[in-house]
């Protein structure tokens, strides 16, 4: 026999159990986007490579080492969406979206590929679950989009209380002031490039503020003493900073400002958050939901000038946070056993009724009915509905009750036996 064929390193299969999980999250997370007034929309997952490299920046991380680019058949380049903010904002402008109510207030969800270090809590293939809202700078949408986060977490049973999850806020300046802030801070930077890891030596002339997100233990300890924003951050800023922390607070959120917090894209402008975690399963991979306000974007890529706020949460780290056990829908609520020699049609026709009557049901493989009987056991069958000879001649069935280990007589009647089920 030949090899059997895997998947490849950075991508994991969601088996049955897992994906049950991820259904809940879905479910429940999608429960309050709609509360929230967020609506869905849904993108390719590759796009052309410039969409990435002018919407999220050559001087990034994303863009300089970690894109999945090819070519088609005619020589175009394409890549595979590493995130899908610069996504959204394409289809915002491609389907003029900002003719509608404004702001727009969308969400995805799906798989983002970046070529990473395959680590715990990194993959190649992940997801996200994100939000965009797009179309006006008022704060109380930055606001909003964090409150909406928070929301989806203690849907999920992860309360700010139990250590789960924290929320981190910052403001990065505008276009005005930044460039101020990013000329001190890359002086100060150029003055202890030797104390700093390759990465950030060469981040010091091309994305300074992105050397204060560096993981490298020695490069955090040059960063404590790092000249901070506040000196440079513009009225504007500062007044969007206190309305975004005056409204969470009125939420009932307690952010806690971090005056080193930057995000690694290029597109980003005054409010950025993270919502990150204690919980040591996660490690350093401790950023479950990462997000902030990026006002250049839509015009950047050719639309009309457009603010816009969003973040992007990880389904794989969220998962890892959740219990193993979560109450998600049980197994079939029943099985169809049908004896030995009794021909297979009625039940089948039966089968097909009950279901679309709402019954969860799963075929008995043939064979024995003893062993039938094991089969709807091991599946977590709640019923067996037996059906032989006996029961076809007198026009009825048999209901166990694998449970309580009860057993009864039914009209081989759809209706009768579903709602005869749904009592149970
Ligand atoms: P990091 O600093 O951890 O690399 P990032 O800044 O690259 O994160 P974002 O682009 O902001 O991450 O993505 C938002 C969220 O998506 C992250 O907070 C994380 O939960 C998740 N995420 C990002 N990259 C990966 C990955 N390779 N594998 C799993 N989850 C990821
Ligand atoms: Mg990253």
Known sequence: MSQPIQTIKGTKDILPVEAARWRHVERLAGEVLHRYRYEELRTPVYEATELFARGIGENTDIVGKEMFTFQDRGG????????????????YIQ????????????????????????????????????????????????????????????SLGLAAATGAWDLELNSVGCAGCR??????LQAWLRQRVEALCADCTSRTERNPLRVLDCKVPACREVLAE?????????????????????????AGLSPRRNARLVRGLDYYSRTVFEFVTRDARLG????????????????????PPTPAVGWALGMERLLTLLPAELATAAGPAAVLLTAPGTPLAPGFGLARALRALGVALDLAPGGKLD??????????????????EQELAEGAVTLKDLRARTQERLPLDAEALAARLSLA
């Open 284 to 303: 350093a991979q401790s950023t479950i939901c990462a997000g902030g306000r990026y006002d250049g974007l839509v015009a950047e890529l050719g639309g």
């Open 179 to 184: 460039p101020t802030y990013r000329e001190a």
């Open 95 to 154: 389907h003029k979206l900002y003719t509608g109510p404004s702001p727009q207030k969308l969400w995805y969800a799906g798989p983002m590929f970046r070529a990473e270090n395959v680590q715990a809590g990194r993959q190649r293939q992940f997801h996200q679950l994100g939000v965009e809202c797009l179309g006006s700078e008022d704060p109380r949408w930055d606001a909003e989009a964090i409150v909406l986060a928070a929301e989806i977490f203690e």
């Open 371 to 388: 062993k039938q009987f094991k089969h709807a056991e091991r599946l977590g069958a709640r019923f067996a509905i037996v059906l032989g």
């Open 226 to 250: 790092a000249p901070l924003i506040d000196a440079a951050l513009c009225e504007g800023c500062v007044a969007a900073l206190v309305t975004v922390t005056t409204l969470l607070e009125a």
């Open 76 to 91: 175009r380049s394409l890549t595979l969406r590493p995130e899908n903010t610069a996504g959204v904002a394409r289809a």
